[in-house]
């Protein structure tokens, strides 16, 4: 268990629609990162958060969008939702969000959109 | 259109022989190195990093080693167990921040 939690497992929905995943870092991280897994284009960077502040962005959509809040818990909001958003969706923690601290990973939101 | 799903690199080993992941990285830059292990329906797990200023590091039953000459990064696994079978990535990050760039992943098979 690598105390990153993710909500909900799985969600399922259909085009144009909007929802948000969930995530809760390792106790005492202060930085929440966001990965997308897809079939054709692997584990793919979205965007990081430390301590409630934007860090780093990635390859993120601008239909989605994220936040970190004061307890350190962060939301990913993914809106009017494509056929090509299905995917698993990752969190993952580090300390201080750093280079060279290594990040630990929930086990993901798989998303399908119908 | 249809999507493709990425053709993994497979590698299958007998129990109990050991096995060696290969990964090549594509940034000189890069400065920290990460090997993680997914099993199906679960999140990447951390097992070992290294720095770019070793070339060895030691884990239990897992070696990693650092070629920055050629971008060359290894992961070994002695005494392989049927628990090792899964996908296993090897991950780059520099300086400039935590964001962590990914191979495509080798899917480690273990027969018993």
């Known amino acids: 268990d690598s105390g990153v939690t993710q909500t909900p497992k799985h969600l399922i929905t259909a085009t144009g629609q909007r929802v948000t995943l969930r995530c809760s870092p390792r106790s005492g991280d202060l930085s929440v990162y966001w990965y997308q897994q897809s079939l054709d284009q692997g584990l793919q960077f979205l965007i990081q958060y430390y301590n409630g502040e934007e860090r780093a962005k990635g390859n993120i959509l601008e239909r989605f969008s994220a936040q970190q809040f004061p307890d350190l818990h962060s939301e990913l909001n993914l809106s009017s939702l494509e056929l090509g958003d299905s995917a698993l969706y990752f969190c993952?923690?580090?300390?201080?969000?750093?280079?060279?601290?290594?990040?630990?990973f929930g086990d993901g939101t798989r998303l399908s959109i119908l | 259109g249809e999507s493709v799903g990425l053709h993994l690199p497979t590698l299958s080993v007998q129990e109990g022989d050991n096995s060696i992941i290969n990964c090549a990285y594509s940034?000189?830059?890069?400065?920290?190195f990460i090997w993680y292990k997914q099993e199906s329906g679960k999140g990447p797990q951390f097992i070992i990093d290294?720095?770019?200023?070793?070339d060895k590091r030691q884990g239990q039953r897992v070696t990693v080693l650092l070629n920055k000459t050629v971008k060359h990064l290894s992961l070994q696994i002695a005494a392989t167990q049927p628990g090792d079978s899964a996908v296993y990535f090897c991950?780059?990050?520099?300086?400039?921040?935590?964001?962590?760039?990914f191979g495509q992943g080798t899917e480690l098979s273990v027969k018993p």
């Open positions: 993952a923690s580090s300390v201080h969000g750093t280079a060279g601290q290594p990040q630990h």
């Open positions: 940034n000189s830059a890069s400065d920290y």
């Open positions: 290294i720095r770019s200023n070793m």
């Open positions: 991950a780059e990050t520099d300086n400039q921040g935590g964001k962590l760039i």
